[in-house]
Antibody, heavy 119, light 107 residues
Framework: QVQLVQSGAEVKKPGASVKVSCKASGYTFTSYGISWVRQAPGQGLEWMGWISAYNGNTNYAQKLQGRVTMTTDTSTSTAYMELRSLRSDDTAVYYC????????????WGQGTLVTVSS | EIVLTQSPGTLSLSPGERATLSCRASQSVSSSYLAWYQQKPGQAPRLLIY???SRATGIPDRFSGSGSGTDFTLTISRLEPEDFAVYYCQQYGSSPGFGGGTKVEIK
């Protein structure tokens, strides 16, 4: 069965960077892409961007351009999301989710990774 | 950028009742690239509907989606206890985005 398993919770100081991983199993990794979605405490969902696991093409939310980088490692079927210059309003649960392309719905989701930014 | 507005913010209903959730887009959503997700506390969202009206794998037929253009609706025909949750719509065109959510709570 399709599974996306994310790395554990992180606590970071303002200005630091965080890198969250998402290991996929149960399907052909390179046939889909991975989207990243975040949710601040008590808030709604925010789409951050998408990466093709086939060729590495990316589509980032304009709001995060320049601060976010999404990558994949096809040898381990793992996707990564790095967010730099962290601020307190980046505190959120970060989800990875499978999507066929950057214009695709998200049919399987990881369990979420809490990133807390605090001095 | 397409902005999605969901209404109502909260829907208070009893088990067995019908729930009707609305999602309105600021401009037309191309090719009905509209999905609905359910999220329960402490859990990841779950895909319910894609393409405005197609049920995802394993989703009960009490969930149905309709609409096109700028107006979309998620209907739950008879609420089961496990259906009380927050529901989000998403347009997945060139710049995907989510609505603010509708909470369906027990009356």
């Amino acid at each position: 069965q399709v599974q996306l398993v994310q790395s554990g919770a992180e606590v970071k100081k303002p200005g630091a960077s965080v890198k969250v991983s998402c290991k996929a199993s149960g399907y052909t990794f390179t046939s889909y892409g991975i989207s990243w979605v975040r949710q601040a405490p008590g808030q709604g969902l925010e789409w951050m961007g998408w990466i093709s696991a086939y060729n590495g093409n990316t589509n980032y939310a304009q709001k995060l351009q320049g601060r976010v980088t999404m990558t994949t490692d096809t040898s381990t079927s793992t996707a990564y999301m790095e967010l730099r210059s962290l601020r307190s309003d980046d505190t959120a649960v970060y989800y990875c989710a499978r999507g066929l392309d950057s214009s695709g719905y998200l049919d399987y989701w990881g369990q979420g990774t809490l990133v807390t930014v605090s001095s | 950028e397409i902005v999605l507005t969901q209404s109502p913010g909260t829907l208070s209903l009893s088990p067995g009742e019908r729930a009707t959730l609305s999602c309105r887009a600021s401009q037309s959503v191309s090719s009905s690239y509209l999905a609905w997700y359910q999220q329960k506390p402490g859990q990841a969202p779950r895909l319910l509907i894609y393409g405005a009206s197609s049920r995802a794998t394993g989703i009960p037929d009490r969930f149905s989606g309709s609409g096109s253009g700028t107006d979309f609706t998620l209907t739950i025909s008879r609420l089961e206890p496990e259906d009380f949750a927050v529901y989000y719509c998403q347009q997945y065109g060139s710049s995907p985005g989510f609505g603010g959510g509708t909470k369906v709570e027990i009356k």
